[in-house]
């Protein structure tokens, strides 16, 4: 093991970080003879580490350059717990703790990676355009809320057509039940979830069903109780704010190990847990004004990493800004980032299936918003936001559709709600069949929530587990203002230990014969995304239509080859007819959503095959209608 810190932190401080986070280990790293221990704390002029599981006295630790202090600790195993004492006075875990079992204001224990049976030796990962997205969050996915307890569900995924399931943060957060967000344990899988051995049991299983694990990790921010690092250095600065909490510094003093910190441990996720990509929270909450922007760098370690391993390793970022440099080559002037989700197609859809006009919803309600926000990518791409009283955003035309990670429903948009709803609860099981096939249908990249599928009705409401009184009002106080921009006036209480349990979904059933067919329904989408004419990956071979009168929207997609894809979503409240005079072309009906099999009420069905255009020849869509057209016959453009 390379032991030279001086020298490590010459390299990071004069060259670009190639190969730094392979040459500095953060942390207890165990080796043949002890485990050495590592803790970047330039705010400390002395730092011990103290062995809980051992009667002698604490270790001192030497301080090398830039702030980093080290010791190598015979005969410290897997399991051995501790914590480092600052300046004689401030017993600390780790920085870099792999496992926190007392929580977060517990010791750190001691995890040997080299333990754990890999059997995903073949495994190379799932590329951007095949990604399917089911997200869930670990504690509510379940009845016990642990990563082993999500794997006898995984088959059952794998059969609906899911190809990567997404983790809300599982870094260590504070007590037993949290959204993930609060975490400060960022190298630490949450105890409570089953720590270490279970997440990587988890992963494991995962690809051995052929599904990848998408982690969502958060770097803008750090919760506020057990958040310890700034006693050891200046993680943070007050030059910029987050509604979250401090900014992390990225750019001002000392920044270089931070953003070391911080890059190693999205490596840390790819290489020890063999995680297939990481979702990055909220990245217009990362100021960095750097000449590299951290999240280029982050982008550069990680597809590093992936063609070291020889695996496909995405990173997917959530942002508010609409901006297309996050996902644009580094050639282009952008971060090289290979996905991110948008905003304006859930606003759009969502408008249309519920009417609602508050908030940042102000901004949408029209079917044409829909339309762009399916054929452009971005709705505001520049134009001016009345909810933000400014122009907002750029174009993301110039890149492949499946870029954008588009969704019904997730977290966020349920439980940043003052009840949590779902859609279940808000619209018909038609409109949920509508909504179902303009995500899995659309030309980008589609995610679930975990129970949408089946029309889950339980809320998923924001829950928190802290133990500070003062902070605890504060969150509830903070949850009530934020609501006050849509009218909400009733809040669930976050500490209340029923919110969390009322968020609990029912995978395993039973269902009734409502949310049976709307499983069918998804399972049928989902089998015509992986089967039908592959998606394009130009925005020029597929268009978007929208009829406003009839309040319908249509999808036609096609490949050189000449085959086809016409998909009709109907946002129509009331029956009504459709004429099409494009695409021209016979085709061949694939899936109707009012058919009996998707809990159809004995409308008249459809024709099995139509030629367009025909002078006499009007589609009947029932409300909410949806239904699936090929065409394998001449070109079939718009």
């Known amino acids: 093991m390379n032991t030279n810190l001086e020298s490590h932190a010459a390299i990071w401080q004069t060259k670009a970080m190639t190969h730094a986070y392979e040459q500095l280990n953060l942390g207890a790293q165990p080796h043949a003879s002890g485990t050495r221990f590592t803790v970047w704390a330039p705010h400390a002029s002395r730092i011990d580490l103290k062995l809980l599981s051992q009667s002698r006295p604490p270790l001192p630790m030497i301080r090398r350059a830039a702030g980093y202090f080290e010791t190598d600790a015979p005969d410290v195993r897997t399991g051995d717990r501790y914590v480092y004492i600052l300046d004689d006075n401030k017993e600390r875990p780790d920085p870099a703790s792999r496992s926190q079992p007392e929580g977060v204001h517990g010791p750190s224990e001691v995890v040997d990676s080299r333990q754990f049976q890999w059997t995903d030796r073949h495994w190379q990962g799932v590329a951007c355009e095949q990604l399917i997205i ?3 969050h670990v504690g509510t996915v379940t009845d016990t809320g642990t990563f082993q307890a999500i794997i006898p569900h995984l088959e059952y995924l794998r059969n609906l057509g899911i190809t990567a399931i997404e983790l809300m943060p599982v870094a260590q957060f504070p007590g037993t039940r949290n959204w993930g967000y609060d975490g400060v344990g960022l190298f630490a899988p949450q105890n409570t979830y089953g720590g270490p051995p279970g997440l990587k049991e988890l992963v494991n299983a995962c690809h051995q069903y052929g599904l990848a694990v998408i982690l969502d990790v958060v770097y803008n921010h750090f919760g506020p109780e057990g958040n310890y690092l700034g006693d050891f250095g200046p993680y943070f600065t007050d030059r910029y704010r987050t509604p979250w909490g401090s900014a992390i510094n990225y750019d001002g003093p000392d920044s270089d190990a931070v953003r070391h910190f911080v890059v190693s441990n999205a490596l840390y996720w790819i290489t020890e847990y063999h995680i297939d990509a990481l979702r990055l929270d909220a990245v217009h909450g990362i100021y960095d004004f750097s ?16 063609g070291r391993l020889g695996r496909t390793v995405l990173l997917i970022a959530e942002s508010d800004l609409n901006d297309s440099r996050i996902i644009s080559p580094p050639a282009e002037g952008g971060y090289g980032m290979d996905a991110q989700w948008s905003d304006d197609f859930h606003h759009a859809l969502h408008t249309a299936l519920t009417g609602e006009r508050v908030g940042y919803y102000e901004d949408f309600g029209e079917l044409a918003h829909l339309a762009t926000a399916l054929q452009d990518g971005f709705v505001y791409a520049g134009r001016h936001s009345k909810h933000r009283r400014r122009r907002h955003g750029n174009t993301v035309r110039h890149r492949p559709p499946q870029q954008l990670v588009i969704c019904a429903q997730n977290h966020d948009q349920i439980g940043n709600r003052a009840l949590g ?14 909504a179902a096939t303009a995500v899995l249908l659309a030309p980008q990249t589609p995610m679930l929530f975990m129970g949408e599928e089946y029309g889950e009705t339980a809320p998923f409401q924001y829950f928190v587990d802290h133990s500070d009184a003062d902070l605890n009002q504060a969150v509830r106080a903070g949850r009530k203002k934020e609501f006050a921009a849509f009218g909400w006036t009733e809040v669930p209480d976050p500490l209340e230990a029923a919110t969390f349990k009322r968020s609990r979904v029912h995978l395993d059933g039973p269902h009734d ?50 085959d086809a894809t016409l998909v009709i979503v109907g946002m129509n409240k009331k029956p009504g007819h459709l004429s099409l005079d494009k695409p021209e072309g016979t085709w061949t009906l694939q899936a109707a959503s009012w058919a009996s099999e998707y809990g159809g009420k004995g409308e008249r069905t459809l024709p099995h095959t139509i030629t367009i255009p025909s002078n006499n020849e009007r589609i009947f869509l029932p409300a909410y209608g949806a239904a699936v057209y090929v065409h ?3 070109k079939g453009h718009q």
């Open 632 to 634: 394998r016959e001449g």
């Open 421 to 434: 709803e779902r859609l279940s609860t808000l619209v018909s099981a038609e409109a949920l069949q509508a």
């Open 513 to 562: 014969e409502r949310q049976n067919a709307l499983l069918a329904w998804h399972r049928r989408l989902m089998h015509l995304r992986n089967t039908l004419p592959p998606y394009t990956t130009s925005h020029s071979h597929h268009h978007v239509h929208s009829f406003e009168e009839e309040q319908v929207i249509t999808i036609h997609r096609w490949t050189e080859e000449g």
């Open 291 to 306: 000449a590299v922007h951290i999240l280029k760098e982050l982008s550069d370690a990680i597809h590093a990493e992936g």
């Open 134 to 136: 089911y997200e869930v």
